[in-house]
């Protein structure tokens, strides 16, 4: 795929959502952080379901604690891997609080050594509550990256690279939700709508439905 197709997909997308945004329910930066952290392997609207109580009680690391892991359990059983998450939710609390001053850091290695945070995460942070112009590759990225032959790759980290080297600059910022939605909800999995799609004549895929 030329530059020239890449950007026009952008401005494509751009055109048909002026202004793309996380799907997650949060009110402040550290809530995002613990909603990604339980996005893990599970539907945005499932964590929005888990957490919109949890977050009404809790805002801070410190409230977190003060819940205590089991009542933390509590709130996120309905996600997988909730005990596992809640264990992760607990330790990185202790660890904003102990090395961070309760807040959020704005760096990718001091993200990255949270407990339950890998590349992922930090990009999602980064991007949607600092503003910078990551791309946090998921499953749905990954394929349409693929699928369209906009940025193929044979793992998350070297379609992320692609992406961060061909996706023009002035669309960089947003271009991790456009395409997360993309794939969530036109580019899917097992039949792609291409007959509704916005960028059909610019994709590359060979197999396209006419839906």
Request: charge should be positive; charged fraction near 25%.
């Given at each position: 795929?030329?530059?020239?197709?890449?950007?026009e997909i952008f401005q494509r997308l751009k055109e048909h959502n002026p202004e793309p945004a996380t799907e997650l329910k949060?009110?402040?930066?550290?809530?995002?952080?613990?909603?990604?952290?339980?996005?893990?392997?599970?539907?945005?609207?499932?964590?929005?379901?888990?957490?919109?109580?949890?977050?009404?009680?809790?805002?801070?690391?410190?409230?977190?604690?003060?819940?205590?892991?089991?009542?933390?359990?509590?709130?996120?059983?309905?996600?997988?891997?909730?005990?596992t998450k809640s264990k992760n939710i607990i330790k990185t609390c202790h660890m904003l609080i102990d090395k961070h001053r309760g807040q959020?850091?704005?760096?990718?290695?001091?993200?990255?050594?949270?407990?339950?945070?890998?590349?992922?995460?930090?990009?999602?942070?980064?991007?949607?509550?600092?503003?910078?112009?990551?791309?946090?590759?998921?499953?749905?990225?990954?394929?349409?990256?693929?699928?369209?032959?906009?940025?193929?790759?044979?793992?998350?980290?070297?379609?992320?690279?692609?992406?961060?080297?061909?996706?023009?600059?002035?669309?960089?910022?947003?271009?991790?939700?456009?395409?997360?939605?993309?794939?969530?909800?036109?580019?899917?999995?097992?039949?792609?709508?291409?007959?509704?799609?916005?960028?059909?004549?610019?994709?590359?895929?060979?197999?396209?439905?006419?839906?």
């Amino acid at each position: 795929m030329n530059a020239k197709k890449r950007y026009e997909i952008f401005q494509r997308l751009k055109e048909h959502n002026p202004e793309p945004a996380t799907e997650l329910k949060y009110n402040n930066t550290f809530q995002l952080l613990v909603a990604v952290i339980l996005s893990a392997q599970a539907t945005d609207v499932g964590v929005n379901k888990a957490t919109t109580a949890l977050f009404r009680k809790c805002k801070t690391p410190a409230s977190i604690l003060k819940l205590g892991e089991e009542v933390l359990k509590g709130y996120i059983k309905t996600i997988g891997l909730y005990n596992t998450k809640s264990k992760n939710i607990i330790k990185t609390c202790h660890m904003l609080i102990d090395k961070h001053r309760g807040q959020v850091p704005q760096d990718r290695a001091a993200l990255e050594a949270l407990p339950g945070v890998g590349r992922k995460t930090a990009n999602v942070v980064l991007n949607t509550a600092f503003g910078h112009p990551t791309i946090a590759v998921d499953t749905h990225i990954f394929r349409v990256a693929n699928r369209t032959r906009m940025a193929p790759g044979k793992n998350v980290l070297e379609v992320e690279k692609k992406l961060l080297k061909f996706v023009p600059g002035e669309f960089r910022l947003d271009a991790h939700h456009w395409l997360i939605l993309h794939g969530r909800y036109t580019c899917i999995a097992r039949k792609p709508r291409c007959g509704s799609c916005v960028i059909e004549d610019l994709c590359e895929f060979k197999n396209k439905t006419e839906n």
